[in-house]
């Protein structure tokens, strides 16, 4: 083969190269940015199972001392009942030890913890979920990839779709730029 033949097959093989690995960028990219999406929407439906579930246990543990007081009033009545009769007691002075029912506070502690570990569960799955689209926005927006993601057409989802749930306080706060004090 002479020169000029080996200089054009060398020329068809770095085009066949170059397009082999360019077909590679456009192919990782591809399943990469897909890849950041199915996470974005998988994380933020688990946010949503995360919040669920500790609403409906803060729900639950807090009918424990609706319970627990409804059966203290009963008990009550019925021992008031049965030391003093349906009418209660006609004495003028009582020297009597009662010993009534009490409700217990730890009941309401329990409501409390359960609380914290739910907002704590929930402050991490939002953070995991912030990070995510962080990822993937500065994924997208690298230099060369955010020419071919463009192409591709990503992202395909609206990532203000899948924003973090805050609260009216905290968005007043961050447009007014001013946060008051705490007061309970």
Same mark, same amino acid.
């Given at each position: 083969?002479?020169?000029?033949?080996? $200089?054009?097959?060398?020329?068809?093989?770095? /085009? /066949?190269?170059?397009?082999?690995?360019?077909?590679?960028?456009?192919?990782?990219?591809?399943?990469?940015?897909?890849? +950041?999406?199915?996470?974005?929407?998988?994380?933020?439906?688990?946010?949503?199972?995360?919040?669920?579930?500790?609403?409906?246990?803060?729900?639950?543990?807090?009918?424990?001392?609706?319970?627990?007081?409804?059966?203290?009033?009963? @008990?009550?009545?019925?021992?008031?009942?049965?030391?003093?009769?349906?009418?209660?007691?006609?004495? /003028?002075?009582?020297?009597?030890?009662?010993?009534?029912?009490?409700?217990?506070?730890?009941?309401?502690?329990?409501?409390?913890?359960?609380?914290?570990?739910?907002?704590?569960?929930?402050?991490?799955?939002?953070?995991?979920?912030?990070? @995510?689209?962080?990822?993937?926005? $500065?994924? @997208?927006?690298?230099?060369?990839?955010? +020419?071919?993601?463009?192409?591709?057409?990503?992202?395909? @989802?609206?990532?203000?779709?899948?924003?973090?749930?805050?609260?009216?306080?905290?968005?007043?706060?961050?447009?007014?730029?001013?946060?008051?004090?705490?007061? $309970?």
């Amino acid at each position: 083969m002479n020169i000029v033949g080996k $200089i054009a097959v060398g020329i068809v093989a770095l /085009v /066949v190269l170059l397009f082999a690995v360019g077909c590679s960028y456009v192919v990782g990219t591809n399943n990469t940015c897909v890849s +950041f999406e199915q996470r974005v929407q998988a994380q933020y439906t688990k946010n949503q199972n995360v919040y669920d579930s500790f609403w409906k246990t803060v729900k639950e543990v807090a009918q424990v001392p609706d319970k627990y007081a409804a059966d203290t009033k009963s @008990i009550y009545e019925a021992a008031l009942k049965g030391r003093y009769g349906a009418d209660g007691s006609k004495a /003028v002075f009582q020297f009597l030890k009662e010993q009534n029912p009490t409700l217990d506070a730890s009941l309401y502690k329990t409501i409390q913890d359960a609380m914290q570990s739910g907002r704590r569960d929930f402050k991490n799955n939002q953070t995991v979920l912030i990070d @995510i689209k962080q990822e993937y926005q $500065i994924y @997208i927006g690298s230099f060369p990839r955010s +020419f071919v993601a463009k192409a591709l057409g990503y992202p395909t @989802i609206n990532l203000k779709d899948f924003d973090i749930v805050t609260s009216d306080q905290t968005d007043k706060a961050f447009q007014t730029k001013k946060a008051d004090e705490i007061k $309970i």
